[in-house]
């Protein structure tokens, strides 16, 4: 697969680099990180040039975060309200609640989870189902979307042959980082509802 992207972005230039990213940011099995260093490297080689490969992976997961948040808002908040959604016992509460905590941090999420394959897709759709407002998520997707694309695309440029080996290693730092994050907040949740518990006990 991951040849197979970039003879795409061979054949058909800007065109596949827009087209491969909206696909996989949107949740298509698109190694999204591959396909942009590969770029970099096909900008360091003079194949690409650099402002065009720039914008159009810009515009790629700028378009695909934003589907994913179109996805969260139509279908995502239809499925809360519907039958499914009062067998899961979500209600307009904790709906509110999801919408109060994206305002308070979770735009963070947004922004930082372009770096965590997966998420990125994930927290675009909380975001909509939680009806998060547009400017808000466009802020925090946008400007992520923007450090993520140039993030990559220097390491391809600036390590040129190397940059299989650059990373391997950046990608295996990242998923070290998600886990150890992953773990540091269900350790947190659960510390909470412990305290909340015991706050809720009637004193004898």
Not at 38 to 43: A, K, S, V, Y
Not at 73 to 90: A, D, K, Q
Not at 117 to 143: C, D, N, Q, W
Request: proline share 4%; charged share 15%.
């Amino acid at each position: 697969m991951e040849n197979t992207v970039l003879q795409w972005v061979a054949s058909y230039g800007y065109i596949a680099i827009f087209s491969l990213l909206v696909l996989g940011i949107v949740g298509l099995p698109v190694p999204d990180e591959f396909l942009l260093t590969g770029c970099g490297f096909l900008i360091y080689q003079h194949h690409l040039r650099p402002v065009p490969a720039f914008f159009s992976a810009l515009a790629g997961s700028m378009s695909g975060i934003t589907c994913s948040y179109i996805i969260g808002r139509t279908i995502g908040w239809r499925f809360l309200h519907s039958r499914f959604g009062r067998l899961l016992h979500i209600s307009d509460a904790r709906i509110r609640s999801v919408h109060d905590w994206f305002d308070r941090i979770g735009h963070w999420a947004l922004l930082a989870g372009y770096f965590i394959p997966g998420v990125r897709h994930f927290t675009a759709i909380v975001a909509g189902t939680s009806k998060l407002e547009l400017p808000s998520f466009a802020m925090y997707a946008y400007s992520g979307a923007t450090i993520w694309v140039s993030t990559f695309l220097f390491i391809g440029y600036h390590f040129g042959e190397r940059w299989p080996q650059i990373l391997a290693l950046v990608e295996r730092h990242l998923k070290l980082a998600s886990f150890v994050a992953g773990i540091a907040i269900l350790a947190y949740l659960l510390v909470r509802y412990i305290i909340r518990k015991r706050r809720s006990r009637p004193s004898e």
